[in-house]
């Protein structure tokens, strides 16, 4: 199994941005789909984005799709999110997770392999 850690959340304006990572340990990271979710208080855990081993395909939940920017550096092993053009409703904790191979996006809690322990983002109007 792959560890996940995520980093860069916190406490920023409507409209502001955000970059979130995770570092990824354990097992070769080129070797897993990756993604990130999100949960707010009270609501099921929710996708936000997947990407491919290899970076050539992403995906997008209808409600983040341009203003949210899915990347990862297998050099360095580590995901990342950019966030712009934050809104309130974006407030959650944001969870990275690690697909269960080399080939599905995890655009599901049923395809996702490993998870981090989160972070939180909290935007204010």
């Known amino acids: 199994q792959v560890q996940l850690v995520e980093s860069g959340g916190g406490l920023v304006q409507a409209g502001g941005s955000l970059r979130l990572s995770c570092a990824a340990s354990?097992?070769?990271?080129?070797?897993?789909?990756m993604g990130w979710f999100r949960q707010a208080p009270g609501k099921e855990r929710e996708f936000v984005a997947g990407?491919?081993?290899?970076?050539?395909?992403?995906n997008y939940a209808d409600s983040v799709n341009g203003r949210f920017t899915i990347s990862r550096d297998n050099a360095k092993d580590t995901l990342y999110l950019q966030i712009d053009s934050l809104k309130p409703e974006d407030t959650a904790i944001y969870y990275c997770a690690a697909g269960k191979n080399a080939l599905v996006l995890p655009t599901s809690t049923e395809r996702v392999g490993s998870w981090g322990q989160g972070t939180q983002v909290t935007v204010s109007s």
């Open positions: 990407i491919s081993w290899d970076s050539k395909r992403t």
């Open positions: 354990g097992r070769t990271f080129v070797m897993y789909t």
